[in-house]
């Protein structure tokens, strides 16, 4: 009832919308989302097609006899490796979990800092953050490899983890929302009323800033879902679940199939994350109940 | 809060002991994990290093050879700067401008839509599609369906023929890049106040361009910023698709690109010493780049 309440209530307010408008853009979205998602049917379609199918030319777009044998035969290589693929799946999902959480909570802390306090270098330390995003990786990949070396996390999990944990992006993505989207008195508001500095971070910052850590969550997610470590990790029973993958498929014409079902598979826990976060994402208004 | 000159920095940063808390876990990671390897490629950058031995210092004689006997870095630059120019821009006004759109919609079609333009980035590595559509005989379904219409009589070489390569990597740039700018966008426009946008109306908005301009485009200039920077880097980032669809060199270097120099001299022949070189060069134009937009952002909503 009060949702339905709001959704009127927002209606009411929107003046400036000219019926043509709305009909052009809602035209222009079809085109435009048709041309962005053509290529996830085409790979869907594509696991579905029996190998007949996939080598035919011309190419064909959608499937005709659609089949699930590519499926079952990428379960059948699975089953014949020599690490068993539970284990894979556990890995991709410690890193993924661990590091997703970990970015969040770690990232969103410093971001709040830099946001919403004034101390001496801030302005200095955010200037390295924003500058290290835009320094290629190819040549730092040799440094990287030395100083984990150094660490004694080669072969380890936390190669991939740590580092997610303080990727650049997030920094930046969450210190720019909550500069726009956290007024100072709100912040002071709480002061006054004797809550201390955690209780305002966990209590009003962060359930304000929600659509950007769930946006988070999808970017680092997906990194860390769809990552290799072919580098930092060597032993086959610490590997994740996206190397095993491209080593299935990675024999040959025969396995175009299966390899066509691997990337669906791939797909679909990233996509499902994003629509659990996405679902998730609620309105808010920061400024609600304030006076300027 | 805002009391630089009272105290000495030393007391401010006394008072400021929470403040180093929240950041000390980060930070303590960043400069281990992204800082310190980036200090270290720089300083590699004046060295000959080719991984197996020792670096050996040879002062500015990277730069130099960069930019004095390097004829095809110098194509790269050219090249690099034409790409940017177009999907740096083009990318950040599309994200805008559909994250604007979609977020008009009702909550369920806003999902949806989103998931729907989020999808090339989710799908790994889709954009090979594109190299079914372009293919240069007539199969590809570009060329098929020009030669059915009788535009043309031969089939086109798309990935070869230097006069199509460059918009073809833009366009696939385009909708490759577009995810982490418009994913951003769109949990800006989710942040933004609507009893501002009931001010508006009467204060005089007449209708949603100006609306975009002067209310919302202001409320989330951090935002804006953040997808920029994200536009700027995937602009000059493009290489790994030129490999993809043109493989490695381009035809008479018609795509090469300083990323691709850098993959080249970073991954395949080992002069580490050089590819840092040009690594910082593209650090720089960076930027420069960044630097030049954050004017322009100084002037939305005036």
Not at chain 1, 177 to 201: K, Q, R, S, W
Not at chain 2, 51 to 66: H, I, S
């Amino acid at each position: 009832m009060a949702l339905k309440f709001k959704r009127k209530h927002h209606k009411k307010f929107r003046l400036n919308r000219s019926a043509g408008g709305n009909a052009a853009i809602n035209v222009l979205l079809c085109f435009m989302g048709a041309f962005m998602v053509l290529p996830m049917v085409y790979a869907i379609s594509n696991s579905l097609k029996p190998l007949s199918e996939l080598w035919i030319y011309p190419p064909q777009f959608f499937v005709e006899n659609p089949t699930l044998k590519n499926f079952r035969d990428l379960f059948n290589m699975m089953s014949d490796s020599w690490v068993p693929f539970s284990r894979y799946l556990a890995n991709t999902i410690f890193i993924s979990v661990v590091g997703t959480t970990g970015h969040v909570i770690i990232s969103s802390l410093c971001a709040y800092a830099l946001a919403k306090h004034n101390f001496p270098g801030r302005d200095f330390l955010f200037k390295i953050v924003v500058f290290s995003l835009m320094f290629s990786t190819v040549v730092t990949g040799v440094p990287s490899y030395l100083i984990m070396a150094k660490l004694g996390l080669i072969d380890s999990h936390w190669s991939i983890i740590l580092p997610a944990f303080c990727s650049s992006l997030g920094l930046y993505l969450m210190k720019q929302f909550m500069e726009a989207n956290i007024p100072d008195t709100l912040i002071e508001a709480a002061h006054i009323d004797g809550a201390g500095e955690n209780l305002v971070f966990f209590r009003i910052i962060m359930p304000l800033v929600k659509p950007a850590w769930l946006t988070l969550v999808i970017f680092s997610f997906q990194g860390l879902w769809g990552t290799q470590a072919t580098t930092t990790i060597r032993s086959e029973e610490l590997k994740t679940l996206s190397y095993a993958l491209s080593q299935v498929v990675a024999g040959g014409i025969a396995r175009q199939g299966a390899s066509a079902a691997a990337s669906v598979i791939m797909m679909i826990v990233p996509i499902l994350v994003f629509v659990l976060t996405q679902s998730n994402v609620v309105e808010t208004v920061a400024t609600s109940g304030m006076k300027d | 809060m805002r009391e630089k000159s009272r105290y000495s920095t030393w007391a401010r940063m006394k008072r400021s002991k929470i403040s180093y808390l929240y950041i000390a876990p980060y930070m303590i990671l960043f400069f281990t994990f992204t800082v310190l390897p980036v200090v270290i490629a720089m300083f590699l950058s004046f060295t000959s290093f080719n991984v197996l031995e020792m670096p050996k210092f040879v002062g500015f004689d990277n730069y130099t050879r960069l930019f004095l006997k390097d004829s095809v870095f110098i194509k790269g630059v050219k090249n690099t700067i034409v790409l940017a120019l177009f999907i740096g821009p083009g990318g950040y006004i599309m994200s805008l401008i559909s994250a604007w759109f979609i977020n008009e919609l009702t909550p369920k079609v806003r999902a949806l839509l989103t998931l729907v333009f989020y999808a090339p980035s989710i799908s790994g590595n889709a954009y090979l599609i594109w190299s079914v559509a372009f293919s240069g005989d007539d199969y590809g379904y570009i060329n098929s369906l020009l030669t059915r219409l009788g535009y043309i009589t031969e089939p086109i070489q798309f990935f070869q023929n230097t006069d199509y390569i460059i918009p073809l990597i833009v366009l696939i740039s385009l909708w490759n890049s577009f995810g982490t700018g418009f994913l951003s966008m769109i949990a800006a426009f989710q942040g933004v106040d609507r009893t501002y946008y009931e001010a508006g109306a009467l204060d005089g908005i007449k209708n949603r361009w100006q609306e975009l301009w002067f209310i919302t485009m202001p409320m989330m200039k951090p935002q804006m910023m953040f997808s920029a920077v994200m536009s700027i880097t995937g602009a000059f980032n493009v290489g790994a698709i030129v490999t993809a669809f043109c493989g490695f060199p381009s035809t008479d270097y018609a795509a090469h690109t300083i990323m691709n120099h850098l993959e080249d001299y970073g991954s395949t022949r080992f002069e580490m010493g050089y590819a840092s070189a040009i690594a910082v060069f593209l650090f720089v134009m960076m930027v420069g780049a960044n630097s030049l937009f954050k004017k322009f952002l100084n002037s939305v909503g005036k």
